[in-house]
């Protein structure tokens, strides 16, 4: 049996080994899950609705410990890590309105009538990343749980300590033990079963888009449903008509937050060549002022990165000869820490076509209105996005010409649960959260119920 020692990224030291689950373990757990959804599925709307309010009770019980947990086996500042954990409540709490809202439709037919319903998949993998655990896993169990499925989680070796603790939390809050499991293990084994078992309906990844392309080409096989959510490399459009003290004063959090492992990242700022060198006078300062040291310190805006591994991986994008405008600092000495970084290269440098998925940002200027949706759309990705302009025609013109699933207009916005989520183009396929997302963890059955004629 494999296992991972988990460490702590801002002190590496080591907080303690997780075994790492067999195919023969995920195969009996799918049994399992099997038998506990069609007793969930019975249960009425009302009482799986009472589940997880009940779930989303014990998270609130548990907000503190579930947020020095994530800042012990991630690194992410304590104001965040309370951030994700109490975004983990409200999920539970907003799809918790879903089980006696999950109405279908009655359709006029000639001769009878003709209904739909949306009929739970039966079990759930959902598959996740190191860099939002908790909060990511949660955007998957909650809408599959609420539309009367069974989840399987596989959270990424590096970071499986909250997503486990989430399990236990929602057996004590009374759902069976078989409802939602947490299945740590690799990718290459756990990952894949949850891809080849026939009795795995559905796939939700959340990963990068190699690894993505694998479960989709997987899944063929099954035609297994699925939803990716994948990579990214997001244009911050900054024009000249916007308010540039704003739009400097925030570029750094739109791109450092969560030490740029964020998906979302706005990790290309495009900026307008007429005040490209006020904006960049503007935002080094801002860029010097984020406050980089202890995640468990009150006032630290920016962790470690995660890993060793990743942190070599984010270095290989700032070589010795690398064109550095102004780095912000980070602490020496233990900790896999990076400090934020700016860039201005050519608009071919692989620093501007890969996801760093680090605290390093590329600034590049543009002409015109046309020359900046070319270079926004200039990448496989199409995931997130920033507009500022003061001009509502071109704020309007200019979101509808991004191709990417989710902008903001000058605003760095983050998730909200109550919206949808997900990628144009290779960032993804399909849609997370919103008012819509139980929907897709059911198959629209429909009905059609013959009426005799009057005898
Ligand atoms: P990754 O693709 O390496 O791993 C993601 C998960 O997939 C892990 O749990 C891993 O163990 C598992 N896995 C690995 N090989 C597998 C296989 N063959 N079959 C099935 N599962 C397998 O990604 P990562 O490094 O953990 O996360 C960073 C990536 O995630 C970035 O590209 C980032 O943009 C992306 N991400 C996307 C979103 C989004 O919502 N679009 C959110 C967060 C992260």
Redesign the pocket.
């Known amino acids: 049996m494999t296992s991972t020692q988990l460490i702590n990224p801002a002190t590496e030291e080591v907080l303690r080994a997780v075994e790492h689950v067999d195919v023969a373990a995920v195969d009996d757990a799918v049994a399992r899950a099997s038998a506990a959804q069609r007793r969930w599925a019975r249960l009425a709307p009302a009482e799986r609705a009472a589940g997880l309010r009940a779930f989303a009770a014990a998270v609130d019980a548990h907000l503190d410990e579930l947020a020095a947990l994530e800042v012990a086996n991630s690194g992410h500042p304590i104001g965040s890590a309370r951030w994700e954990a109490g975004n983990v409540r409200d999920v539970l709490q907003f799809y918790a309105g879903s089980p006696e809202r999950l109405s279908g439709r009655q359709i006029p037919v000639a001769g009878g009538i003709d209904v739909t319903f949306h009929e739970p998949m039966g079990v759930v993998g959902v598959?996740?990343?190191?860099?939002?655990p908790m909060v990511?896993a949660t955007w998957g169990i909650a809408p599959a749980l609420a539309a009367g499925n069974a989840v399987l989680v596989?959270?990424?070796?590096w970071t499986p300590l909250t997503t486990m603790r989430l399990a236990e939390l929602a057996v004590e809050a009374g759902l069976d033990a078989d409802l939602l499991q947490v299945l740590p293990g690799?990718?290459?084994v756990v990952?894949?079963r949850?891809?080849s078992h026939p009795g795995v309906r559905k796939v939700v990844?959340?990963?990068?888009?190699?690894?993505?392309k694998?479960?989709l080409a997987g899944a063929a096989a099954h035609v297994k449903r699925v939803t990716l959510?994948?990579?990214?490399k997001s244009a911050n459009i900054v024009f000249a008509d916007c308010d540039l003290e704003q739009a400097a004063a925030t570029a750094p959090g739109g791109v450092f937050d969560n030490a740029g492992q964020d998906?979302c990242a706005r990790s290309r700022i495009l900026v307008q060549r007429s005040v490209y060198d006020r904006f960049m006078e503007l935002l080094e300062p801002a860029v010097r002022a984020v406050a980089v040291g202890d995640p468990a310190a009150e006032t630290t805006e920016m962790g470690p990165l995660v890993s060793r591994a990743h942190w070599n991986k984010v270095a290989s994008y700032v070589p010795p000869n690398a064109p550095v405008a102004f780095r912000g600092t980070a602490p020496t000495g233990p900790g896999f820490w990076f400090p934020p970084t700016v860039l201005t290269p050519e608009r071919t440098d692989r620093s501007v076509t890969e996801?760093i998925?680090g605290p390093v940002v590329t600034v590049l200027a543009f002409d015109d209105e046309h020359d900046a949706v070319t270079l926004a759309n200039d990448t496989e990705y199409g995931?997130s996005g920033s507009i500022w302009t003061d001009d509502l025609s071109r704020a309007l013109r200019v979101s509808r010409a991004v191709e990417s699933g989710n902008l903001s207009v000058n605003s760095h916005s983050s998730v909200r649960y109550t919206t949808p989520?997900g990628?144009f183009k290779q960032?993804?396929v399909g849609r997370e959260l919103g008012p819509d997302a139980p929907l897709h963890f059911t198959e629209t059955k429909n009905v059609f119920i013959a009426i005799k004629e009057e005898q």
Not at 127 to 132: M, Q, V
Request: glycine share 20%; charged share 15%.
């Open positions: 598959i996740t990343p190191w860099n939002f990511i596989k959270p990424a070796e690799q990718g290459s990952g894949e949850f891809v990844f959340t990963g990068s888009t190699a690894v993505g694998k479960v959510e994948l990579g990214g998906c996801e998925f995931l989520f990628g960032s993804g």
